[in-house]
């Protein structure tokens, strides 16, 4: 069922070169819409991506509300005419756009139509989307989960987790989060995080120096 469903989506990664922010165009094959999710400073090279190959964009979802995932919200709204969705304890977050480096002074605020809830399952294309609320990044930070795949944000890295030490973070969240949330999940889950390259939970179970399962310490 699981490769079934990696065989239905084609999955494109627009890196941003200036903060390594992965910006995530998932498509479904049969069709020719498209879920953005994190659109940052590689808008872009992304919205080019969609006109290349006649694809429409009618979704926005977004991991968290820092401003290396939030700040093409704007363009590929105005491109495409699609909403975007966020966390509602990271509403917070989406005021901090105008101080990001390589932000246009005349950028239009963030503005997100829809509100993320744990446990949500999002029908997208006839595929479920589930939401899963891992505060500690900051009080919002949600990843997606579709099929055996996980778009983990900054929640979970390669050998690496969320900072914690910016406003709205919390280490303890964060270790719980990883812990009780995502070492939860199968270990065959491949990760895609905000940033740097994909991983497996098993792999960061056994490996990630920052929070280690127990069976391995």
């Known amino acids: 069922m699981a490769e079934a469903l990696r065989d239905l989506i084609e999955l494109a990664i627009v890196v941003d070169p200036v903060f390594d922010q992965n910006c995530y165009v998932m498509r479904r094959r049969d069709t020719h819409d498209v879920l ?19 694809l429409h964009c ?26 975007a969705a966020i ?17 246009p002074a005349d950028l239009p605020d963030v503005v997100c139509e829809q509100d993320l809830n744990d446990g949500e399952l999002i029908v997208w294309q006839n595929l479920q989307i589930e939401v899963l609320h891992t505060p500690g990044h900051t009080r919002g930070s949600v990843c997606f989960r579709v099929g055996v795949d996980l778009y983990a944000g900054d929640t979970l890295f390669h050998r690496g987790v969320g900072r914690a030490d910016l406003p709205g973070g919390s280490w303890p969240a964060l270790v719980f ?6 070492y939860t999940l199968p270990p065959d889950t491949v990760v895609y995080p905000g940033h740097g390259q994909r991983t497996t939970i098993g792999e960061e179970m056994e490996h990630n120096p920052f929070v280690v399962h127990p069976r391995y310490r």
């Open 58 to 83: 009618d979704r926005i979802l977004l991991t968290h509300g820092h401003p290396d995932h939030v700040n093409g919200v704007p363009a590929v709204k105005a491109a495409h005419h699609c909403e």
């Open 36 to 54: 953005v999710i994190d659109p940052g400073l590689q808008h872009p090279r992304t919205l080019e991506l969609l006109d290349r190959h006649d």
């Open 87 to 103: 966390h509602p304890d990271d509403r917070e977050q989406l005021a901090a756009v105008h101080h990001l480096p390589g932000v």
């Open 177 to 182: 989060s990883i812990e009780n949330r995502l």
